[in-house]
């Protein structure tokens, strides 16, 4: 994530973002009886959100919606160059962790005055540790859009031939399922590439306390909650439960999973799909999903990642109330039924998952989806920081070199900090700035 605040960023980027944008022809146009709307999509939604269109339009005569596809690997940057150039588009699909640093940027509408006015868009349908992604800096600037988060893809066949009855829920019963399987014979039981920060991440969200301390301005990762989580985290290697390796060393991780080369992988909601295709139709009953286990004996599951991309309007959109409409209409759970169909993405609504499906089955008991729907429940929101990203791939630069016997808990935390504290320190600047001059005006 970027370190941009808003005065450099517009100093720094407008010579180079204003007329390449300009040129691009992304200004919106308002004829003397229709609105154009420009909306920023990214990935596989970017594929289909025209498909949403035709039914908005249809409701909404007076309105075009242009939808532009964007890459993920690019969005970012062109979000921030089009700030700069003051060529936003009406409204986007915004990661959720890239919020606090638009909201830092006053790029976003704040949208409470909205939502005031729409008592069908109610809090309460939204799952919490979700809705509490979307507001940064006090304001509420986006609407969740779909929803991510990350458990347990586990090979239930493999547990049960090793003698594990049952899924475990808690960090003593994932212990002891791992060393059940390696006592049968599988040697490296769980797959953690040492690629990616979400599963650390998701079990230091399981623990109090909090990943920054004063208000984000400095880390804390020596904490003692962050440090047990690494301490599981690292024991898995240690015991050798888990390969030393990337994602990209994996082969094939569906052939892998297919062959029992593990039977746990913590991922996403995009691997139901995977597996479903990837899988053979004989293991087809053989896997299934779970929570992530909680890390006090006996409680049940704990928490997860709080993911997802949300639904944004840009403050120099001049068709705010077309914007609004189309947001709203994007989040009614018809709609985002229909988006689930056509991308997979689950919807941040409970009243969503309990539409009837194809048959009778909802999506909160489909056999995949289900644990999905029980962990969304229990989730936690990333610190709400501009700089959270670059905060990310530190943590996971710094298990990587534990994982590899580079460093200890006590190094590995230590330096972390200090790492994370660098990296704030613009940050700090800022708040003290800020409270300075709030202070002056009192």
């Known amino acids: 994530m970027s370190r941009l605040n808003s005065v ?206 004063d208000g984000g301005r400095f880390g804390n990762f020596s904490a003692p909650g962050f440090r047990a989580a690494l301490g599981f985290y690292l024991e898995r290697f240690q015991r050798g439960e888990a390969p030393g390796l990337s994602n990209n060393q994996v082969a094939n991780l569906w052939q892998e999973f297919g062959r029992g080369t593990f039977a746990f992988y913590i991922s996403g909601p995009w691997n139901i799909g995977e597996f479903k295709r990837r899988l053979p139709p004989e293991l087809a009953t053989a896997w299934s999903t779970a929570e992530l286990p909680g890390p006090v004996a006996g409680q049940g599951p704990g928490a997860s990642i709080a993911g997802g991309a949300s639904l944004a309007m840009f403050r120099r959109s001049r068709h705010k109330a077309e914007a609004w409409a189309l947001i709203e209409y994007l989040s009614r759970p018809a709609v985002q039924q229909q988006f689930y169909r056509l991308t997979g993405d689950l919807p941040p609504r409970r009243s969503t998952w309990q539409l009837p499906l194809e048959g009778a089955a909802t999506l909160a008991q489909d056999r995949h989806a289900a644990a999905f729907f029980r962990q969304l429940e229990r989730v936690r929101p990333a610190p709400a920081v501009p700089e959270w990203e670059r905060i990310a791939q530190e943590m996971q630069l710094a298990a990587a070199r534990a994982v590899a016997g580079q460093a200890d808990v006590d190094a590995t935390v230590r330096a972390l900090d200090a790492r994370v504290d660098g990296i704030l320190e613009k940050r700090r600047w800022m708040l003290d700035r800020a409270a300075t001059r709030a202070g002056g005006r009192a």
Not at 35 to 56: H, K, N, P, Q, Y
């Open 8 to 213: 450099w960023t517009r100093r720094r980027l407008l010579a180079a973002g204003a007329s390449g944008l300009a040129g691009a022809g992304l200004m919106g146009c308002r004829g003397d009886t229709q609105t154009t709307l420009r909306f920023w999509a990214m990935g596989r939604e970017g594929e289909v959100a025209a498909e949403l269109m035709e039914g908005f339009e249809h409701e909404h005569p007076g309105i075009k919606v242009r939808v532009e596809q964007l890459p993920w690997t690019a969005a970012h940057e062109k979000l921030l160059t089009a700030f700069a150039g003051d060529a936003t588009p009406d409204l986007a699909q915004v990661g959720n962790t890239w919020l606090p640093e638009m909201q830092a940027l006053g790029a976003l509408e704040p949208l409470e005055p909205y939502l005031a006015r729409t008592p069908a868009l109610a809090a309460a349908d939204y799952f919490a540790g979700i809705w509490a992604t979307n507001e940064a800096g006090g304001q509420r600037v986006g609407l969740p859009w779909y929803v991510d988060t990350r458990l347990m893809f586990v090979r239930q066949d493999l547990l049960q031939r090793a003698g594990v009855r049952t899924i475990p829920s808690d960090w003593a019963g994932w212990r002891a399922a791992l060393a059940r399987l390696r006592g049968a014979g599988m040697d490296t039981p769980i797959l953690l590439p040492t690629n990616e920060f979400e599963p650390l991440l998701a079990l230091a969200l399981q623990q109090p306390g909090e990943l920054l301390r």
